[in-house]
Nanobody
Framework: QVQLVESGGGLVQAGGSLRLSCAASGRTFSSSYTMGWLRQAPGKEREFVAAVNKIGSTYYAESVKGRFTASRDNAKNTVYLQMNSLKPGDTAVYYC????????????????WGQGTQVTVSS
């Protein structure tokens, strides 16, 4: 019922910024789903990064607090992840995901997934 399409990944120098976008299909985007961002680095497990629920509450992993900002535009069925002060440790494949859970700060809580987009931060 939900399809997610990500864009905005690329290569950036440490200290730079990047904004990821995720377009979601389905009329339940604004009323029912929490939208999340998760990432997976080589050799590591997929980890939670940020999320915005249906009423606009945001959640962040400790490692990105103060640097990343998640937001959503319900009229466009789109969620964003603004990434500032990027570090080499942020290098990973970033995934957009969706769930009906109101609070979702774990990869195990998400039902729908995008294809992922590569973010590479050079030193």
């Amino acid at each position: 019922q939900v399809q997610l399409v990500e864009s905005g990944g690329g290569l950036v120098q440490a200290g730079g910024s990047l904004r990821l976008s995720c377009a979601a299909s389905g009329r339940t985007f604004s009323s029912s789903y929490t939208m999340g961002w998760l990432r997976q680095a080589p050799g590591k497990e997929r980890e939670f990064v940020a999320a915005v629920n249906k009423i606009g509450s945001t959640y962040y992993a400790e490692s990105v607090k103060g640097r990343f900002t998640a937001s959503r535009d319900n009229a466009k069925n789109t969620v964003y992840l603004q990434m500032n002060s990027l570090k080499p440790g942020d290098t990973a494949v970033y995934y957009c995901a969706a769930t009906r859970s109101v609070v979702a700060t774990s990869r195990y809580e998400y039902t729908y997934w995008g294809q992922g987009t590569q973010v590479t931060v050079s030193s």
